[in-house]
Nanobody
């Protein structure tokens, strides 16, 4: 079982990036799939989650209206589209899965990818 996060990079404020979380050894649509981030000197925080079982998505307040999570079942990949990026979005972004299929607190997410760095700076 492996998760591979990718798509990070350097972007100017106001710009956009799309992160990808590709899975092997599991079918993402059967899991709650979350994106999390950890900024410099900060604790890890929830960003967004998608659950096929619950048929819902969730977003942390600071990213609502700017970020969008989606799943491509054929590619077994979850995406996080990030628009209107701000310097405070700078962080390492991680994807992870919850085996019970739901969007819950991050302590329930037991399988994690390696992280991809997003830097928002002019």
């Amino acid at each position: 079982v492996q998760l591979q996060a990718s798509g990070g990079g350097l972007v100017q404020p106001g710009g956009s990036l799309t992160l990808s979380c590709a899975a092997s050894g599991l079918t993402l649509d059967n899991y709650g799939v979350g994106w999390f981030r950890q900024g410099p000197g900060k604790q890890r925080e929830d960003v967004s989650c998608i659950s096929g079982i619950e048929n819902r998505t969730t977003y942390e307040n600071s990213v609502k209206g700017r970020f969008s999570i989606s799943i491509d079942k054929d590619k077994n990949t979850v995406y996080l589209r990030m628009n209107s990026l701000k310097p405070e979005d700078t962080a390492v972004y991680y994807c992870a899965v919850n085996r019970d299929g739901r969007c819950r607190h991050r302590v329930f997410f037991k399988v994690w990818g390696q992280g991809t760095l997003v830097t928002v700076s002019s």
